[in-house]
């Protein structure tokens, strides 16, 4: 199975909450529809479907902060834009692309099975 990128997590992630977005998820190792021949890889052919296992477990047990898991629910589950969920959460939308960032990546990261390296913790530190 491959690594998870924040691209692909930022692509799963409206399935964590509405079951039917999997239908709009295409699988890019399945032939497409319009090739009656086409072959699937059967070595690769049920990884969208571990990928749609992993991101609801993900979701479920990665260590989030309610700023960063309440972004993530306005963005993926309810496509609120930045300034909307700026709006309701008293925060500029700067703060809100911020902690959608590090949302994806710890989520990333607990995927990989690898800790989360967070450079703006870095900067913090320092200033």
Same mark, same amino acid.
């Given at each position: 199975m =491959? ?13 964590v909450?509405d ?9 890019p190792?399945?032939p497409?529809? #319009? ?6 890889d059967?070595?690769?052919a049920? $990884?969208l479907f ?12 990665c @260590?989030? =902060?309610?700023? @960063? ?6 963005? +993926?589950?309810?496509?609120?834009? #930045? =300034?909307? $969920? ?8 700067r703060? /809100?692309?911020?902690?959608? @960032?590090?949302g994806v990546g710890?989520?990333?990261s607990?995927?990989?099975?690898? #800790?989360? /390296? #967070? =450079? +703006?913790d ?6």
């Open positions: =491959s690594g998870y990128d924040r691209r692909l997590i930022e692509h799963l992630l409206p399935a909450w079951v039917e977005a999997a239908y709009g998820i295409r699988n190792q399945a497409d529809a #319009d090739m009656p021949k086409g072959t699937v059967k070595k690769a049920g $990884i571990a990928h749609l296992a992993d991101i609801r477990q993900a979701w479920r047990m @260590e989030l =902060s309610l700023g @960063e898991r309440r972004a993530l629910f306005l963005r +993926y589950c309810l496509d609120w834009p #930045d =300034s909307l $969920i700026a709006a309701r959460d008293g925060v500029t939308d703060a /809100v692309r911020y902690r959608l @960032e590090r710890k989520i990333a607990h995927l990989n099975g690898m #800790d989360y /390296v #967070d =450079s +703006y870095q900067m913090e530190a320092a200033a």
